[in-house]
């Protein structure tokens, strides 16, 4: 798996994907680089990543 995706540039695409979803106003993204995983595996942490922000509330004060 790592030899068929060594010729990709994972992390420019992310950018410019990034890039152009921040031209539409309604859409609230956010992109970040996980050190250490790859696209087979960084899936779990993406995804939790994604609900933690999607479904984040303050706390109301004590």
Do not use: C, K, N
């Not at 595996?41 to 004060?61: F, I, M």
């Amino acid at each position: 798996m790592r030899r068929s995706l060594s010729g990709l540039d994972m992390v420019a695409d992310l950018a410019a994907f990034t890039e152009r979803l921040r031209d539409h106003e309604e859409i609230d993204v956010r992109s970040e680089i996980i050190p250490g995983e790859q696209h087979a595996t960084v899936w779990p942490a993406a995804v939790t990543r994604g609900l933690l922000h999607l479904y984040h509330t303050t706390p109301p004060p004590p």
